[in-house]
Nanobody, 115 residues
Framework: QVQLVESGGGLVQAGGSLRLSCAASLRIGNGNVMGWYRQVPDKERELVATITASMSTKYHDDVKGRFTISRVNARNTVYLQMNRLKPEDTAVYYC?????????WGQGTQVTVSS
């Protein structure tokens, strides 16, 4: 089972940027869909962005044009570049890997955007 470790969260002012990284313990090549999700207290975890092995991407409407997901398979790493951050982007961000062997989640990284 692949293990995922997120990093790059923190506190930023509205309008600022952060880049999240997700390092996988195993090769994340063909057949794996990688994604970023986020969750705030008392709400369900929601999809932020996903990227397939062929680099096809999908975004939540609220982040389109501000966030960019990317992956470097040779480094087993997925990134989420977040620009023009808003207070409503505040959440715990989780990395997810959908592999032929199952689904894995990271432990999450906190992103806090101050107004």
């Amino acid at each position: 089972q692949v293990q995922l470790v997120e990093s790059g969260g923190g506190l930023v002012q509205a309008g600022g940027s952060l880049r999240l990284s997700c390092a996988a313990s195993l090769r994340i090549g063909n057949g794996n869909v990688m994604g970023w999700y986020r969750q705030v207290p008392d709400k369900e975890r929601e999809l932020v962005a996903t990227i397939t092995a062929s680099m096809s991407t999908k975004y939540h409407d609220d982040v389109k044009g501000r966030f960019t997901i990317s992956r470097v398979n040779a480094r087993n790493t997925v990134y989420l570049q977040m620009n023009r951050l808003k207070p409503e982007d505040t959440a715990v961000y989780y990395c997810r890997a959908d592999t032929p062997g199952g689904t894995a989640w990271g432990q999450g990284t906190q992103v806090t955007v101050s107004s």
